[in-house]
Nanobody, 125 residues
Framework: QVQLVESGGGLVQAGGSLRLSCTAS????????MGWFRQAPGKERELLAA????????YYADSVEGRFTISRDNAKSTVHLQMNSLKPEDTAVYYC??????????????????WGQGTQVTVSS
């Protein structure tokens, strides 16, 4: 089992920045990639960015590429999501997730094996 704990959410004005962090514990070696998702009320959970622990290759959704940056700190088993130029439509609950296999970094929520509890991000206009 892998346990994930997110932090860093909050309230920010449009145009501002937030940095989310997700720390993994437990059998962290069983995961090969991490992803950041978000889910707004009434909407499906969407993958925003993903990164491999080994090599650091990344994937970004079109909606966030150029504004969000995913990074990892292998020594601390931590993944970050730096979010810049935030918009009101970025308001959602943000989740980190881990997957044991990842032929492609782009993946559906059901392809991820472990989930954090989520952290609220609210962007005011």
């Amino acid at each position: 089992q892998v346990q994930l704990v997110e932090s860093g959410g909050g309230l920010v004005q449009a145009g501002g920045s937030l940095r989310l962090s997700c720390t993994a514990s437990g059998r962290t070696r069983s995961s090969v990639a991490m992803g950041w998702f978000r889910q707004a009320p009434g909407k499906e959970r969407e993958l925003l960015a993903a990164i491999r622990w080994s090599g650091g290759s990344t994937y970004y959704a079109d909606s966030v590429e150029g504004r969000f940056t995913i990074s990892r700190d292998n020594a601390k088993s931590t993944v970050h999501l730096q979010m810049n130029s935030l918009k009101p439509e970025d308001t959602a609950v943000y989740y980190c997730a881990a997957r044991r296999e990842a032929t492609l970094l782009r993946g559906r929520p059901d392809e991820y094996d472990y989930w954090g509890q989520g952290t609220q991000v609210t962007v005011s206009s």
